[in-house]
């Protein structure tokens, strides 16, 4: 009996152990199911979240890119990565949406913060915190405006309002993207080593088109166009004369404004000389430089007005002419609301075609030409920057007195013009002139070529760049996430 007792509670007990292991697996096994139903709903509300912070992304970017010129100000936020920390958020906005973004059957929610600059041009970087369930995830997005210094040469029109048609020769040679939203007139075989594009459906071929670069009295496509040409392109809109203003606004606020016909060369060292004079409301000049050294401005603007645009002069002229050349160290835009003469040689101190890292940018910009005085200028020309005429032409103004390398009166002309950057005009421009044969007997040969940090840099106060549609265009620099604070 006492045998049979000890094996009952033996039994007993194993029985209580198993039963133990049992719980304990299934308490585990339980755990285990609800943990990773909790974590499979965590992710979803990860994943949510992030589309919901992506929303205000894109959400600011459409409102940032369908305002076209106008620009959007700053959130004030104790901490811009943390857009909840914000007492001005950017979005929600009551008028406009509640920062709902739906996924699912769910909403999420995000709030928006923005920081603008304008240096050197229009800039922002958003940051958006969405907020799905118990998860809240924050992407940055940094996006600066394209600007029409994108590309190496753009016109409006190939016809000049002057002198009519005016004429791409043989030994003219232009590197990087084109852009004319008219049509391309075409004598001999000039060269375009880039991306080209008209909004006219063909180009105008002087003596017709052949297989033979050679050719003097025929034009080969397949040459002059090696990256191919594309027609009946759409249109690119130049920003209006109005965006005059843009630089006037930069000159206002840390620049220099200069009323009458003034001067500006450049240093190596970085400063600039200047002759002209600085006027107020009242007409009273209130600083008179005569070929004075200066910093450059701290906006990087130096603007030049006519007498006309000051009330109190009581003036009609249209004196808001500047003459520039020199060595540009540093960045610096030169505008004026008339004409900018070149009179010399216009070079970066440290020549992004050597070193691609320099920081040397320049922008001359005129509301009708950009004229080469081709009497001061010297035979080999370079003008390195970006040259716009808002409402006329980058010309030459006197073709016959330039100084020619052939030493042939009789022999065509061997003078260049090296223009390395960008350059936009509305209509194109008169630099030399060619005889029947297609060669240049005076005047300069252009060869242009690309500055390749234009496609995501532009000189101060460049405005952004505009579409057809009326809409910003904005090169998207980085999207990254935020953590605690700190994004990238």
Do not use: H
């Amino acid at each position: 009996m006492r045998r049979l007792r000890q094996n009952n509670a033996f039994a007993f007990t194993f029985a209580l152990i198993f039963l133990a292991m049992i719980i304990a697996f299934l308490t585990v096994f339980v755990f285990a199911v609800v943990n990773g139903i909790s974590e499979a709903n965590r992710l979803d509300e990860s994943k949510k979240a992030y589309y919901t912070a992506e929303a205000g992304l894109a959400d600011a970017y459409e409102r940032i890119v369908n305002a076209g010129f106008a620009t959007f100000a700053s959130s004030t936020c104790s901490n811009s990565n943390i857009p909840s920390t914000c007492t001005t958020p950017f979005v929600p906005s009551s008028t406009t949406d509640n920062g709902v973004y739906a996924v699912g059957s769910v909403n999420g929610s995000y709030t928006v913060s923005l920081v603008y600059s304008g240096s050197p041009r229009t800039n922002y970087v958003i940051t958006s915190q969405g907020t799905y369930g118990n998860v809240t995830r924050t992407l940055q997005l940094k996006m600066i405006a394209a600007s029409f210094s994108r590309y190496a040469y753009w016109s409006q029109t190939e016809v000049n309002p002057q002198l009519g048609k005016l004429w791409w020769i043989s030994g003219m040679l232009t590197t990087g993207p084109v852009q004319t939203n008219g049509s391309f007139n075409i004598f001999g075989n000039p060269v375009f080593n880039g991306a080209v594009a008209e909004v006219g459906s063909s180009p105008d071929y002087y003596y017709g088109t052949g297989t033979d670069p050679t050719s003097s009295t025929k034009s080969d496509p397949s040459y002059i166009f090696p990256d191919g040409l594309t027609n009946n392109a759409p249109a690119i809109n130049l920003p209006p004369t109005s965006t005059l203003a843009n630089f006037k606004t930069g000159a206002t606020n840390g620049g220099l404004t200069l009323t009458g016909a003034s001067t500006v060369t450049f240093n190596s060292n970085g400063t600039i000389n200047v002759t002209g004079k600085v006027v107020n409301s009242s007409c009273q000049t209130t600083a008179n430089y005569n070929n004075t050294t200066m910093n450059i401005p701290a906006s990087g603007v130096v603007y030049v007005q006519s007498t006309k645009t000051i009330s109190a002069c009581k003036s009609s002229s249209s004196d808001g002419n500047v003459t520039v050349q020199g060595t540009v160290n540093g960045q610096l835009t030169v505008a004026a609301d008339q004409n900018v003469y070149i009179s010399g040689n216009v070079q970066y101190n440290s020549n992004p075609t050597t070193n691609p890292s320099s920081t040397d940018m320049v922008g001359l910009v005129a509301y009708n030409n950009v004229t080469v005085i081709e009497a001061d200028a010297p035979a080999q020309l370079a003008v390195q920057g970006v040259i716009v005429a808002l409402g006329g032409s980058f010309d030459v103004d006197q073709y016959s007195k330039n100084p020619d390398p052939t030493g042939n009166s009789s022999a065509p002309d061997g003078a260049n013009m090296y223009q390395f950057g960008s350059l936009v005009n509305y209509a194109s421009g008169c630099t030399g002139i060619v005889n029947s044969s297609g060669q240049l007997i005076d005047g300069w040969n252009q060869i242009q070529s690309y500055d390749t940090r234009l496609a995501t840099l532009a000189p101060p106060s460049f405005p952004p760049l505009v579409n057809s549609a009326g809409q910003g265009v904005y090169v998207k620099l980085s999207i990254t996430e935020c953590f605690s604070g700190t994004c990238g």
